[in-house]
């Protein structure tokens, strides 16, 4: 069988639907994990029927499909709880009944028949005929009535199936099966884990089928756009208006930077120099300069892009995840400055300080920014003074404390000094991921940024994969677009190529 990636997390399943007879395993259902020319169509099928998840299998290279775990306190999650326990205390009952009813035990074994032998390769028959005959569902019910339907002797069975069948990440939660011996837990925990393994097996698929998947994606969303435009020959107005002012804003002379003491040596030489040096202007330098303007969209222009509608909700996304940077990239200076080098050379200090302020940022989405902040500041505070005491260095004076809560709580306002240049460092770097590359445009951070190289790293990769698709999808479109835009000496350099 062929091995499933390591990094499909094992997880508690969802609760399903309930059924009289039948509750449904976690996970979608998938029916073989072969090379991609033994898969069925369907999921293919399935793009074709979700051009959103078509546009974001074929965006994102990590794509995988995750079980949905409801909280244990959610309304959703304790009804559905209580619904699956009542099945199984239900099936409980009816196999200590005396005689035994085997009713709701043989819909079990009828439907983990099915998922055993969905998840076999096409050219596996001898496995397909053994289950056939193991499970044959017209003998089994012949045994229920006759009270002969050996349960545990069956869970076995579909164990040794199981071990067979899953992928190595699973071994240790079909060993952990093994130990069971009361046969209702059993057959909870094997549908459990059965809803696991089909879940592995559609991330196989997608993982195998991704070039097949993003080259199905561009050509379906660039043919239903093209029936669109069709319909509607104005339908890049937007589009055309937006390049237009990308061409535009590289026209005129960039603005000055606020001169910092880590400005300087944070950008010069760096690879962001390469992203900024004048030069004629070129599609990739306009289609960059209009990516990034995406990222300041302002929400109430209803004159976005046409090309882009499906990507807004993931742009907007983005938006806020370099939002929050800014804000921590912020915190985070503004504290260095008043903490000194050893504070900060720490990485364990450093690691607490930044999920402490993740932690709290997220109140940002129910408080004012403002507001919010000032429980940013009194904690960060807090973490710096009780971290100055624990290794023994000089607490900051009275006058500094307040000097650091106020400088961070200032950081809410979109003005502040230090906010506005971590913002533009950002903004570059996001530039210079499109035109150089993720992994070169971290070689060399600009001052301030070092601190959230990781998460810079994460947002960089998403932007440009949302790029890259779009520029595959829509690139003969920004052609003849940008034929009109720029100058006609570079109007043989118009072709539109992936950044």
Not at 136 to 155: F, I
Request: hydrophobic share 40%; charged share 25%; proline share 7%.
């Amino acid at each position: 069988m062929p091995g499933v990636e390591e990094d499909v997390p094992l997880k508690e399943p969802g609760v399903a639907e309930s059924r009289p007879c039948k509750p449904e395993t976690s996970g979608p259902t998938q029916e073989d994990k072969s090379s991609p020319e033994d898969h069925p169509s369907c999921v293919i099928d399935t793009v074709n029927d979700a051009s959103k998840l078509s546009s974001e299998i074929g965006m994102n290279h990590d794509f995988h499909v995750e079980e949905k775990v409801l909280p244990p306190s959610s309304l959703e999650g304790r009804v559905k709880e209580t619904i699956h326990n009542a099945f199984w205390d239900h099936l409980k009952e009816q196999l200590l009944a005396a005689p035994p009813d085997f009713s709701c035990a043989l819909e079990l074994l009828k439907e983990i028949k099915e998922i055993l032998l969905s998840l076999l390769l096409p050219r596996q028959n001898r496995l397909r005929s053994e289950i056939e005959e193991a499970l044959d569902m017209d003998l089994l019910k012949k045994e229920a009535e006759h009270g002969t339907l050996n349960v545990p002797h069956l869970s076995k069975y579909i164990l040794n199936m199981m071990t067979l069948l899953c992928a190595p990440v699973r071994d240790e939660a079909v060993q952990k099966l093994e130990n069971i011996t009361d046969p209702v837990r059993l057959l909870r925990g094997i549908f459990q884990v059965l809803g696991l393994m089909k879940m592995d097996m559609v991330n196989y698929t997608i993982q195998s089928l991704q070039p097949q998947l993003q080259e199905h994606s561009i050509q379906y969303e660039r043919a239903k756009f093209q029936e669109l435009l069709n319909k509607q020959p104005r339908l890049l107005d937007h589009t055309t208006k937006w390049l237009a002012q990308a061409a535009a804003d590289l026209s005129m002379p960039p603005p000055s930077c606020p001169d910092t003491p880590n400005s300087s040596s944070g950008v010069s030489s760096s690879p962001s120099e390469a992203a900024i040096s004048p030069e004629p202007l070129s599609p990739a330098m306009v289609l960059s300069q209009g990516f990034l303007n995406l990222l300041l969209w302002d929400p109430e222009d209803e004159e976005f892009p046409e090309t882009l509608l499906m990507d807004r909700a993931w742009l907007q996304e983005l938006e806020a995840q370099l939002n929050q940077l800014t804000i921590l990239a912020s915190v985070l200076l503004v504290a260095s400055s008043f903490s000194g080098s050893v504070l900060f050379g720490s990485p364990q200090f450093v690691d607490k300080l930044k999920r402490t302020t993740k932690a709290l940022m997220e109140e940002f989405n129910s408080r004012p920014e403002e507001e919010a902040m000032v429980t940013v500041s009194e904690r960060v505070s807090q973490e710096i003074h009780q971290s100055l005491k624990n290794m023994g260095l000089a607490a900051l004076s009275s006058d500094n404390t307040a000097s650091l809560i106020g400088q961070l709580q200032n950081v809410a306002k979109k003005e502040n000094c230090v906010r506005s240049v971590i913002d533009q460092r950002i903004h570059l770097f996001l530039k210079c991921c499109l035109v150089l590359g993720v992994q070169r445009s971290l070689l060399d951070l600009p001052g301030g940024l070092t601190l959230i190289e990781a998460e810079l790293a994460e947002l960089g990769q998403k932007f440009v994969n949302l790029t890259h698709h779009n520029q595959q999808v829509f690139g003969p479109y920004y052609t003849e677009i940008l034929k009109t835009l720029l100058p006609p000496a570079q109007a043989l350099e118009t072709e539109v190529e992936s950044l």
